[in-house]
């Protein structure tokens, strides 16, 4: 659902506000990185999930700042430029740290609902 939302942010990018439009794409990433550890990590705390969502997705940006050929012809296809990201920009781990929260608070609340927590 999330890869979903975040694709159709880009896609439908006319059609959202500017501010969602700018800034869902990254924060929908970073929650689908966070998803990914707790599947991976389910029996782990939350904040296992969170402290590798922000190592893994702050790695990624600032490996944006290393333009070797491979890794630059690589960020050009589709699914690198999704996982890689095209070029650093310092707004992007704010944007991650919000995705991840987030996605934290929501899981919070799914297992409080649960009766988990």
Do not use: C, N
């Amino acid at each position: 659902m999330t890869i979903l939302l975040g694709m159709g942010s880009r896609h439908f990018a006319s059609l959202l506000p500017p501010v969602i439009a700018i800034h869902a794409g990254d924060i929908l990433w970073a929650s689908m990185v966070y998803q990914g550890f707790r599947f991976v990590g389910y029996t782990k705390s939350l904040l296992w999930a969170v402290g590798l969502s922000v190592l893994f997705s702050f790695a990624i940006e600032f490996s944006q700042l290393y333009q070797a050929d491979w890794v630059v012809a690589l960020r050009h296809t589709v699914l690198g430029a999704l996982i890689l990201g095209q070029g650093f920009l310092k707004l992007d781990l704010l944007r991650y740290v919000m995705g991840i929260a987030l996605a934290y608070f929501l899981d919070k609340a799914w297992l409080y609902r649960k009766g988990k927590s």
